[in-house]
């Protein structure tokens, strides 16, 4: 069984930047996939970006490459998401995912990971 704990969220300022942390406990999670996706009320949880437990492999959602950037760091356990020039648009929960199966490649769909994190608020706001 893997926890997941997300941190970073917060209220900024349109063009301005938060770092998002997932925190993983309960066993190492060096060969999972890690995800971030995001639900603001009313809509369904979208996908955001991924990353492969090698961390050679990423993929982001649509329009947020080169604004956001996925990382990790086995050592630490630890999956990261940088985001930058944000938008009122980017306003939403934001949700740490794991998937179990070896990835070449990180995948989408919500039903693809298995362990979800609470979420971490993120809203974008003058």
Do not use: H
């Amino acid at each position: 069984q893997v926890q997941l704990a997300e941190s970073g969220g917060g209220l900024v300022q349109p063009g301005g930047s938060l770092r998002l942390s997932c925190v993983a406990s309960g066993r190492t999670i060096g060969t999972y996939a890690m995800g971030w996706f995001r639900q603001a009320p009313g809509n369904a949880r979208q996908f955001v970006a991924a990353i492969t437990g090698s961390g050679y492999s990423t993929l982001y959602g649509d329009s947020l490459q080169g604004r956001f950037t996925i990382s990790r760091d086995n050592a630490k356990n630890t999956v990261y998401l940088q985001m930058n020039s944000l938008k009122p648009e980017d306003t939403a929960v934001y949700y740490c995912a794991a998937d179990p199966l070896f990835r070449i490649r990180p995948v989408t769909p919500v039903s693809e990971y298995k362990y979800w994190g609470q979420g971490t608020q993120v809203t974008v706001s003058s």
